[in-house]
């Protein structure tokens, strides 16, 4: 059989160019029909974080729900522009939606852009970037329900008067230092007898939070109470109050995971305190994602999509969608929950 | 180095120790760590005089101190190891590890797997820098993150808390005898152990004529590979014993445990007085170097410096730590020469 090199090869070429365009258009609608396939990849502030675990493992439970493809990546330790590399990475590789939660408000908006000009839609949760690096926000609480009900734990725990600190995770954390000036409002507005000694920051790191624990105490030997709005800080101090003098006298509530609490709520270091539930905050995340890459909805004000079991939701301003009031872990309850 | 200095013979014993401790390098960070402690106490007394304080005091450098005198035997024979940080992390996996299998293991059986694991890491480290004659400083960065790639990749999110560790365990990290804290006293016991050896027997000796010229050494028929591999694996050993400290002293492990805490160790070791060049030093000075950098990171609070001035104020140590050293040095040269002068 006698081929016709000259016109197969115009041929072939046509079939080629063809098969991009239309490979092309597959990709830029692929997730908008039965959403089979649409891929969603995680990138939290840092592995090896047991809130950042359960919060992605809510998101995988999403996407296998929605028949999407998940993924997880992310830097070893939390760092301001730890994440860029990543970001880049599933830019270049195409991802549909790429589910992050910041270290850096800022650093992180060039590589952010990029990815979103790329196709990629961004969606961040738990610590939000600048509202223009991404489209959706998936808020665990509002700010002023997180500082309220960490002040108003402690305020119960210390009878309502005498000094505290905070020990906070890294002294640039976006969440972190919102609820820090959120709290010291609310303690000026409604909490008069209680004093705010002191603030000092752990960068999330075991040691480091371990060791301005053990100098909060001696530094104010009058402290009544401490608040850690953060896991990882928390379980430090409460390491560290456990094995103190001031086990029982220094109150200790904060931001913390059951499991790593369980075994301080249990021998009476503390007594309450509180959290979100991560894994429908991954979950709504990703179902947030797959509304966007379906084309459901733009993150307008207004917008709403369905999560699943988690029902109905919203879009605030500026793009900002809201999970909800967060929950108070104490002795009755704490074992309902593994996470 | 002090023993290089001219001794008149009609001197007794006494007054030739007494001499030589004045004289010592060691004597002037001491005075520094008894000044800030001082300092810390009139401010707050319960930095020492409280059951806590004085135990936080004690216990607190226990893991820097393990990790300063392996570092301090590496860096005699003019070798560096970063790897330590990732080396405590991954004993540190291990050691949760084996309690979230049986949490009935013996105490016994998880100290000598975490020390296995660092002795593991360390004859890598040891053999690829003696086999391949390469610089320390490159091998052991690449194995920095080599290892703390692998940690990272096997851990991923997962993290050991205190639910998995046995009471008896978590126990451990705050029990004391005598009201000194154990995993202290096992720390002074290293210091000692090691101490001695470089002090008096002929395989430590070997290891500061390896550091002062490694060349002349090797000409002398000095064993220098087989000594500098023996430093790695002790090395290594230490930083496997520092991991299991850490379980037991925070009761958590993850895949960031022990990040950076390498170059805490070389820092304790240069304000120790050991030369980053090799030859001198001892292991006492590396041991109060650590104490320290510990002590002042927990007093700097009290003083009333902000947080965010304490590593400023590290830095400032370690390059007067340095000065001084130099200065020391130009002193000892100017002596011994007036001395042959003289002769």
């Given at each position: 059989m006698r081929i016709n090199t000259k016109r197969f090869a115009a041929g072939a070429a046509l079939a080629l160019v063809a098969s991009v365009g239309l490979a092309a258009c597959g990709s830029d609608d692929g997730g908008s029909g039965d959403g089979d396939g649409t891929t969603v990849t995680f990138l939290p502030k840092n592995l090896g974080n047991p809130y950042f675990e359960t919060s992605d493992a809510g998101g995988e439970k999403a996407v296998k729900e929605f028949g999407g493809v998940y993924d997880e990546v992310g830097p070893d330790t939390a760092g301001p522009d730890a994440q860029v590399s990543y970001i880049d990475t599933a830019a270049a590789q195409g991802v549909n939606v790429l589910v992050v939660s910041a270290n850096d408000p800022d650093a992180l908006c060039d590589s952010l852009n990029a990815a979103r000009e790329a196709g990629t839609k961004v969606v961040t949760f738990d610590s939000d970037t600048n509202p223009e690096c991404r489209d959706l926000f998936i808020n665990q609480a509002t700010a002023e329900g997180i500082a309220k009900v960490q002040v108003d734990m402690i305020a119960e725990q210390i009878g309502d008067s005498g000094e505290i600190a905070i020990l906070s995770a890294a002294a640039n954390a976006t969440n972190q230092n919102a609820w820090i000036e959120l709290m010291e409002a609310e303690l000026e507005a409604s909490h008069p007898d209680i004093e705010l000694v002191a603030t000092v920051y752990?960068?999330?790191?075991?040691?480091?939070?371990?060791?301005?624990?053990?100098?909060?105490?001696?530094?104010?030997?009058?402290?009544?109470?401490?608040?850690?709005?953060?896991?990882?800080?928390?379980?430090?101090?409460?390491?560290?109050?456990?094995?103190?003098?001031?086990?029982?006298?220094?109150?200790?509530?904060?931001?913390?995971?059951p499991n790593q609490m369980r075994d301080y709520v249990k021998d009476g270091t503390v007594t309450e305190f509180a959290l979100w539930n991560p894994e429908d905050l991954g979950f709504l995340s990703a179902y947030a994602g797959k509304a966007l890459a379906d084309g459901d909805i733009t993150g307008e004000e207004g917008d709403t999509f369905s999560a699943g079991d988690l029902g109905e939701f919203t879009v605030g301003a500026d793009g900002t969608v809201l999970l909800g009031d967060p929950f108070r872990y104490n002795a009755d309850n704490i074992d309902d929950f593994n996470f | 180095m002090t023993t290089l200095a001219p001794t008149r013979p009609t001197e007794s014993a006494g007054v030739r120790v007494l001499r030589t401790v004045l004289r010592s390098r060691e004597l002037a960070i001491v005075i520094v760590l008894v000044a800030i402690v001082l300092f810390a106490t009139a401010r707050r007394s319960s930095f020492v005089f409280s059951a806590d304080g004085w135990r936080d005091t004690l216990l607190a450098p226990s893991i820097l101190l393990v990790l300063a005198v392996g570092q301090m035997v590496v860096v005699v024979t003019r070798n560096v190891d970063l790897s330590i940080g990732s080396t405590l992390g991954i004993s540190a996996y291990v050691v949760g590890k084996i309690f979230v299998a049986n949490p009935d293991t013996s105490v016994f059986v998880v100290f000598a797997a975490g020390i296995a694991v660092g002795a593991v890491v360390g004859a890598i480290n040891g053999l690829l820098v003696t086999v391949f004659n390469v610089p320390s400083l490159v091998i052991?960065?690449?194995?920095?993150?080599?290892?703390?790639?692998?940690?990272?990749?096997?851990?991923?999110?997962?993290?050991?808390?205190?639910?998995?560790?046995?009471?008896?365990?978590?126990?451990?990290?705050?029990?004391?005898?005598?009201?000194?804290?154990?995993?202290?006293?096992?720390?002074?016991?290293?210091?000692?152990?090691?101490?001695?050896?470089?002090?008096t027997a002929r395989g430590g000796r070997e290891l500061y004529a390896i550091g002062s010229d490694p060349d002349a050494a090797v000409l002398y028929g000095l064993p220098a590979a087989r000594r500098v591999f023996g430093a790695f694996v002790l090395c290594g050993a230490l930083a496997g014993l520092a991991g299991v400290f850490s379980t037991a002293r925070y009761a958590t492990a993850f895949s960031g445990t022990g990040k950076d805490i390498e170059l805490q160790a070389v820092a304790a070791v240069v304000i120790g007085g050991v030369a980053i060049f090799g030859g001198s030093g001892t292991v006492w000075g590396a041991a109060i170097g650590a104490f320290l950098l510990v002590t002042i990171n927990r007093a700097l609070p009290i003083l009333g410096i902000s947080e965010f001035w304490q590593g400023a104020v590290v830095g400032l140590l370690i390059i007067g730590s340095i000065v001084l050293d130099r200065v020391l040095s130009i002193r000892r040269q100017h002596r011994l020469l007036e001395a042959r002068d003289h002769a």
């Open positions: 752990g960068d999330d790191d075991d040691q480091t939070s371990f060791d301005k624990t053990a100098a909060l105490l001696a530094d104010h030997p009058n402290l009544k109470g401490i608040i850690s709005p953060t896991t990882v800080g928390i379980s430090a101090a409460a390491r560290y109050l456990s094995t103190s003098d001031a086990k029982g006298k220094v109150a200790l509530t904060g931001l913390g995971t | 052991t960065l690449g194995m920095m993150y080599v290892l703390r790639g692998a940690l990272t990749h096997e851990v991923g999110s997962e993290r050991i808390n205190a639910q998995d560790f046995p009471a008896h365990f978590e126990k451990l990290g705050t029990q004391q005898v005598l009201t000194i804290p154990v995993l202290t006293i096992i720390a002074l016991v290293v210091v000692a152990v090691v101490g001695y050896y470089l002090h």
